[in-house]
């Protein structure tokens, strides 16, 4: 029975698979021709069913660009972004799809140290960390075996110190995967989908209206209460705003 069942979910593993990789292609042929709407179905077809990946939300993201439409393309390019955080022409799609829109927001200034900080554990994703780390972890049980094995002087000596090493800097990316992931899960961005988009001092229509932000502007959650979300900007003006005026990136 057990085998029956293994090779049951097998079959529709690949089978799902099978299926989105002929969706992925006949996406990319309708983007090729031109047809972004047919290309944009079929991307999301493949959402629907459970894949992810940076390729799929870069795709995406040049399709919703390609029909002017800034809010969706920000929004899988920064989804994109999340996975692949080092995509060279990825970051210069984002940054030609920001200056479409209409809101110019200034981060705030950082000291030399957070922004160091943040280059260094942003540089990969934080399950990327982990894999580094438990690779310099193996790399360090072979170099202390290899000391404990060797009988020349001089091997011994290289071997103890590449162990010692691997080991240090096995801590170094297990703290930065510590570091990425609570950062992470810490931060909510968001994007506002609504053409114009009214924030509030508090979380209802009656109360008096902060500031305006247009699509595509990228604000990150704070709270949340009913209908409302409680953003803050990246120069760091914060309100409430309609929850159905902007849409979560790690949804």
Request: hydrophobic content about 40%; proline content about 2%; some cysteine.
């Amino acid at each position: 029975m057990r085998k029956v069942l293994f090779i049951l979910v097998l079959l529709i593993s690949y089978f799902g698979f099978s299926q989105n990789e002929t969706l992925f292609q006949k996406a990319t042929t309708a983007y090729n021709d031109g047809k972004y709407d047919e290309a944009i179905t079929d991307y999301l077809k493949i959402i629907a069913n459970g894949k992810h990946s940076p390729e799929l939300y870069f795709n995406l993201g040049n399709a919703y660009y390609k029909l002017n439409k800034v809010a969706p393309s920000i929004y899988y390019y920064e989804k994109a972004l999340l996975l692949n955080p080092n995509d060279v022409e990825l970051k210069n799609n984002l940054a030609y799809a920001k200056n479409m829109t209409l809101d110019a927001i200034e981060n705030l200034p950082e000291t030399n140290f957070k922004s160091m900080y943040k280059k260094v554990t942003g540089y990969y994703t934080f399950d990327q960390w982990a894999y580094i780390n438990i690779a310099l972890i193996l790399l360090f049980v072979i170099a202390y075996i290899s000391f404990r094995n060797f009988h020349s002087a001089t091997k011994k000596r290289i071997s103890f110190i590449g162990s010692l090493t691997c080991l240090f800097l096995s801590l170094l990316a297990m703290i930065a995967a510590y570091l990425n992931y609570s950062d992470y899960k810490q931060k909510k961005p968001a994007i506002v989908f609504e053409e114009e988009s009214i924030v509030q001092a508090e979380p209802n229509n009656r109360s008096q209206e902060v500031f305006r932000l247009h699509e595509g502007t990228k604000v990150y959650v704070l709270d949340n209460l009913n209908d409302w979300y409680k953003i803050k900007l990246a120069d760091g003006k914060s309100g409430w705003i309609s929850s159905n005026d902007i849409k979560l990136i790690k949804n």
